[in-house]
């Protein structure tokens, strides 16, 4: 195969050594080089990153039946132009291998572009009026919905607070009848108004539930702050509203949803999202989207659900490659170990530095996340932990451990943990070790940096926090992405993050553990391919791979660093077909400069 793959490059480019004429003789003989077969689409003129070792660097090439056909130089590929070939001339654009989503939330990106979009309010009477003025256009009983929210990026601290918190007067005042569910940042909290505590049946005496904490006030009250599994029951209370909806709107709702989310991630350039979680009714309903036609491709991991739901489920609802491999479930996750910084409930070995007598939660107790691990590797799934802090870290891969040398063939199933943010030094080299993968996510070290130092102090912070350098260096394979919809999807900014470390203030953020611009494009591409078994169709460009691909406004491996966030993405093609193209495209010629994307806002 190799040397085939070998014969056609060198064909490509133009014929073969061994075939060129003596002096004097004549020239090539008619035929030669062959013709090849017309493609569907070439894009020419372009600098093409392939990440394939054999043409590292291309200037065009041709697609066919949803497949490159062949790659080279713009004669070479002139070669395969037919009467009804559409050509691109990229002039001088930057092409790469498409974007992989490592880790993110489908529905729950399209359900947050319906929400209140609360990352850039100021402070919390901003969000307040923005509750306000959506209270005074709901209909009775309907919830409203926001998200995005960070106290610690706020102007000023409202007064009086718990722990900076809000007390819940205000809020309750701007929408005494409608319930309100406000979700951190992070994913890890919500903040809800008295109507929707009394929906969710939480009171003064009510406990905080193993994992979770609700957040009171002096007098013990609870002020409509609850953290990880404390958010059940008003998320159950939502449900159960959604449930009273007609069918019809609520089959309407969901479908907007999932339009908006898949519109978002291909005008991002993301080609293949990895959905870190769906229940089964979900899926199987995504399965049926799927068959009627989706543009990007989709591996649905199944989301957390009793062990004994998942024993009965899992060998059924494995698919591979449906729909053209537009659809795929072989992972179960993400388990969620512990909590997340800007919650104070990561899980530590050693306490919170700015809060003595915190180490964070445990949130699914680990007994629970191994009985999930045991019934992964029976029913050969991948298997994706949450883990933030560094004893959830630890514990994970002391599980992984156990589990791989009880059962040796669980280590081919690439089990990965998601976020990995803060390691002791001790865990970093035990990933490449055991095989683990550390699916992690550039944009939040950016988010996250003016607190993490405060969170942790100056030393944990530089031994342990976001370390991809030290990861990469041991061996271990790193992904990247965002969390959609608790970051942009964005992989401008995330790659940006990535290769720089540098804050909205311009401070840089450890920079001893940035990425070069080759390997962070390398997690964007290959190395999500290879955590989702797709290395061998997706993540590189190739003969026969998939046509699966990014068109760049600029050189990301090139390109002065304050210029990559003047980067956008003009194409998107996924199997051959342009999904999207960005307004004035074709007119792009090289040079040409976009503004500065704004600034990170978002906190994990």
Same mark, same amino acid.
């Not at 070669?79 to 050509?87: D, Y």
């Not at 890890?188 to 957040?215: E, S």
């Given at each position: 195969?190799?040397?085939?793959?070998?014969?056609?490059?060198?064909?490509?480019?133009?014929?073969?050594?061994?075939?060129?004429?003596?002096?004097?003789?004549?020239?090539? !003989?008619?035929?030669? =080089?062959?013709?090849?077969?017309? $493609?569907? *689409?070439?894009? @020419? /003129? #372009?600098?093409? !990153?392939?990440?394939? =070792?054999?043409?590292?660097?291309? $200037?065009? *090439?041709?697609? @066919? /039946? #949803?497949?490159?056909?062949?790659?080279?130089?713009?004669?070479?590929?002139?070669?395969?132009?037919?009467?009804?070939?559409?050509?691109?001339?990229?002039h001088g654009a930057f092409v790469t291998p498409g974007f992989i989503e490592g880790h993110g939330h489908l529905?729950?990106?399209?359900?947050?572009?319906?929400?209140?979009?609360?990352?850039?309010?100021?402070?919390?009477?901003?969000?307040?009026?923005?509750?306000?003025?959506?209270?005074?256009?709901?209909?009775?009983?309907?919830?409203?919905?926001?998200?995005?929210?960070?106290?610690?990026?706020?102007?000023?601290?409202?007064?009086?607070?718990?722990?900076?918190?809000?007390?819940?007067?205000?809020?309750?005042?701007?929408?005494?009848?409608?319930?309100?569910?406000?979700?951190?940042?992070?994913?890890?909290?919500?903040?809800?108004?008295?109507?929707?505590?009394?929906?969710?049946?939480?009171?003064?005496?009510?406990?905080?539930?193993?994992?979770?904490?609700?957040?009171?006030?002096?007098?013990?009250?609870?002020?409509?702050?609850?953290?990880?599994?404390?958010?059940?029951?008003?998320?159950?209370?939502?449900?159960?509203?959604?449930?009273?909806?007609?069918?019809?709107?609520?089959?309407?709702?969901?479908?907007?949803?999932?339009?908006?989310?898949?519109?978002?991630?291909?005008?991002?350039?993301?080609?293949?999202?990895?959905?870190?979680?769906?229940?089964?009714?979900?899926?199987?309903?995504?399965?049926?989207?799927?068959?009627?036609?989706?543009?990007?491709?989709?591996?649905?991991?199944?989301?957390?659900?009793?062990?004994?739901?998942?024993?009965?489920?899992?060998?059924?609802?494995?698919?591979i490659g449906y729909a053209d491999d537009h659809f795929t479930v072989r992972g179960v996750g993400e388990v969620?170990?512990?909590?997340?910084?800007?919650?104070?409930?990561?899980?530590?070995?050693?306490?919170?530095?700015?809060?003595?007598?915190?180490?964070?939660?445990?949130?699914?107790?680990?007994?629970?996340?191994?009985?999930?691990?045991?019934?992964?590797?029976?029913?050969?799934?991948?298997?994706?932990?949450?883990?933030?802090?560094?004893?959830?870290?630890?514990?994970?891969?002391?599980?992984?451990?156990?589990?791989?040398?009880?059962?040796?063939?669980?280590?081919?199933?690439?089990?990965?943990?998601?976020?990995?943010?803060?390691?002791?030094?001790?865990?970093?080299?035990?990933?490449?070790?055991?095989?683990?993968?550390?699916?992690?996510?550039?944009?939040?070290?950016?988010?996250?940096?003016?607190?993490?130092?405060?969170?942790?102090?100056?030393?944990?912070?530089?031994?342990?926090?976001?370390?991809?350098?030290?990861?990469?260096?041991?061996?271990?394979?790193?992904?990247?992405?965002?969390?959609?919809?608790?970051?942009?999807?964005?992989?401008?900014?995330?790659?940006?993050?990535?290769?720089?470390?540098?804050?909205?203030?311009?401070?840089?953020?450890?920079?001893?553990?940035?990425?070069?611009?080759?390997?962070?494009?390398?997690?964007?591409?290959?190395?999500?391919?290879?955590?989702?078994?797709?290395?061998?169709?997706?993540?590189?460009?190739?003969?026969?791979?998939?046509?699966?691909?990014?068109?760049?406004?600029?050189?990301?491996?090139?390109?002065?660093?304050?210029?990559?966030?003047?980067?956008?993405?003009?194409?998107?093609?996924?199997?051959?077909?342009?999904?999207?193209?960005?307004?004035?495209?074709?007119?792009?010629?090289?040079?040409?400069?976009?503004?500065?994307?704004?600034?990170?806002?978002?906190?994990?």
């Amino acid at each position: 195969m190799r040397f085939w793959r070998l014969m056609m490059i060198a064909a490509v480019c133009g014929g073969l050594g061994a075939a060129a004429p003596a002096r004097g003789a004549a020239g090539p !003989a008619a035929g030669f =080089p062959p013709k090849l077969p017309a $493609a569907d *689409l070439v894009l @020419r /003129g #372009g600098v093409v !990153a392939t990440l394939d =070792p054999l043409q590292p660097r291309v $200037a065009a *090439l041709a697609i @066919r /039946g #949803g497949r490159i056909e062949a790659m080279g130089s713009d004669a070479a590929i002139a070669r395969t132009i037919g009467a009804n070939t559409r050509v691109v001339n990229l002039h001088g654009a930057f092409v790469t291998p498409g974007f992989i989503e490592g880790h993110g939330h489908l529905m729950g990106t399209g359900e947050a572009a319906m929400e209140l979009k609360l990352g850039r309010a100021p402070n919390w009477d901003a969000i307040v009026a923005m509750v306000r003025a959506a209270a005074a256009k709901a209909k009775p009983g309907e919830w409203i919905l926001g998200a995005g929210w960070q106290q610690s990026k706020w102007n000023r601290t409202p007064q009086p607070n718990v722990d900076g918190l809000p007390l819940p007067a205000s809020l309750d005042a701007a929408s005494p009848h409608n319930p309100v569910m406000l979700e951190h940042a992070s994913g890890h909290g919500i903040y809800v108004n008295a109507a929707a505590l009394r929906l969710a049946g939480i009171t003064r005496t009510t406990p905080d539930p193993p994992g979770g904490t609700i957040v009171r006030d002096a007098q013990g009250n609870a002020i409509g702050m609850l953290r990880d599994t404390a958010m059940g029951p008003v998320r159950r209370a939502y449900e159960r509203y959604l449930r009273t909806l007609p069918a019809g709107e609520r089959e309407a709702r969901r479908e907007r949803a999932l339009r908006l989310a898949v519109e978002n991630e291909v005008s991002q350039g993301i080609t293949t999202f990895v959905d870190m979680g769906e229940d089964f009714a979900t899926i199987a309903w995504l399965k049926r989207q799927a068959a009627r036609g989706l543009p990007l491709r989709l591996y649905i991991n199944v989301g957390v659900a009793p062990a004994a739901t998942l024993a009965a489920n899992l060998p059924a609802v494995r698919t591979i490659g449906y729909a053209d491999d537009h659809f795929t479930v072989r992972g179960v996750g993400e388990v969620t170990a512990d909590g997340a910084l800007g919650t104070r409930s990561a899980w530590f070995l050693a306490p919170y530095r700015d809060a003595p007598t915190v180490t964070g939660k445990n949130v699914v107790a680990m007994s629970t996340i191994r009985q999930i691990a045991e019934l992964a590797a029976e029913d050969g799934y991948q298997l994706s932990v949450h883990a933030i802090g560094d004893r959830a870290n630890r514990e994970t891969l002391d599980l992984f451990q156990q589990i791989f040398t009880a059962d040796p063939a669980a280590h081919a199933l690439r089990w990965r943990i998601e976020h990995a943010q803060h390691l002791s030094p001790a865990d970093i080299p035990r990933f490449a070790q055991l095989g683990v993968i550390a699916s992690m996510q550039s944009i939040h070290a950016c988010s996250d940096a003016p607190f993490v130092a405060p969170r942790l102090g100056e030393q944990r912070a530089r031994e342990g926090a976001y370390v991809w350098h030290s990861l990469i260096a041991s061996g271990a394979l790193v992904l990247d992405g965002t969390d959609t919809p608790v970051e942009d999807t964005n992989p401008i900014a995330n790659f940006f993050c990535g290769v720089t470390r540098r804050e909205g203030d311009g401070s840089y953020f450890f920079p001893a553990q940035a990425k070069t611009r080759l390997e962070e494009l390398r997690s964007y591409t290959w190395n999500n391919a290879y955590a989702i078994f797709a290395e061998g169709d997706l993540g590189s460009l190739a003969p026969g791979k998939r046509a699966d691909l990014d068109v760049f406004s600029g050189d990301l491996l090139t390109l002065p660093a304050d210029e990559i966030l003047r980067t956008r993405v003009l194409y998107t093609i996924i199997g051959g077909k342009i999904v999207y193209q960005r307004p004035g495209a074709a007119q792009w010629r090289s040079g040409q400069l976009f503004p500065p994307m704004p600034e990170f806002n978002h906190v994990n």
